[in-house]
């Protein structure tokens, strides 16, 4: 069975009271970095439409390219994931670029990451949309996962979900 | 201005006799290696049609991604060219797939390369089709260039020139 991205997110109204929270849970502070996306939108089908999403993540000097498929339904944001590590990003570029595909977005955050258990803990400071906090973990089955990432949320004291994607909010609340 | 690859390709009937004249002409031999191209087609256009290239190119452990604009005139084959190292060959693969690019062939070959002053001279043994030779030289200036390769060619004794790439006579020669 595919490997699933499961994964709900929530607005932060606090973000100091959330850390606090996370390190009474037990959770591990990884790593605090900066992440820049540029996503793509797909020659000749619209991805807004598709639900699915091409980025290259440029985090420090390295790059990911990520395919993402559309969303498979449940209350989480689950999808499809392939990732590719890019040592060249502005060759990637330039070779999706040649190939039709046109620059749709670009999302600049500040992640804190946290480990508790086994699941991924994002405290997200996005620019241009505000703090929010992502729980995310890599499985096979979905309605698992989900029962144990709600869980953790009310134990966090999240309560405003957010099943947009931070490219769709950017370009939700841009103006036309 | 773009660099642009300048090559010429030719039909070698005795590859012996043309390493003898490649060294005796002053070529340095650089190696002999096995590459493995899968090539694919565009999603939404027809690469046979718009005469550009996808491909993914294994040599030893390591994978080039390359993208071929289509011919722009002249003698040689010149395109526009952009390559970009791909440490993960299938997850590159895989994405691709997901983003709707077919495979459309596959070409492997021994290559012994040979370097010339700044010419590159491929001898390549083509699974299929047989043996053939390969002038190339990066530059932006293609008529300068090439002049000097048809001259290196007449001075290798080539003569049956082709200007179609190996993936196009395999499935030129493919029975249908």
Redesign the interface.
């Known amino acids: 069975m595919e490997l699933l991205e499961i994964e709900i997110k929530a607005y932060c109204e606090d973000g100091t009271a959330a850390e606090t929270r996370i390190m009474e849970l037990g959770g591990v502070f990884i790593e605090a970095r900066r992440e820049e996306d540029i996503y793509f939108n ?4 619209d991805f807004r439409i598709t639900d ?1 999403a ?1 980025r290259l993540r440029g985090v420090g000097g390295s790059t990911v ?1 990520t ?1 993402k ?1 559309p969303k498979l339904g449940g209350r989480s944001k689950t999808r ?1 994931e ?7 990003r502005a ?2 570029k ?2 999706l670029t ?3 595909f046109v620059e749709s977005g670009r999302v600049a955050k500040e992640r804190k990451l946290y480990h508790l258990h086994d699941v991924e803990i994002c405290l997200d400071r996005v620019e241009g949309l505000g703090l929010f906090i992502e729980l995310e973990k890599k499985d096979t089955d979905r309605e698992k996962v989900e029962a144990v990432l709600f869980s953790l949320a009310e134990e966090l004291g999240l309560t405003r979900f957010e099943r947009r994607s931070y490219l769709e909010l950017i370009l939700d609340a841009a103006p036309l």
Do not use: K, M, N
């Open positions: 797909h020659p000749c089908r699915e091409l390219l395919y498929g499809v392939q990732e590719a590590d890019i040592p060249d060759a990637v330039a070779i040649s190939l039709g």
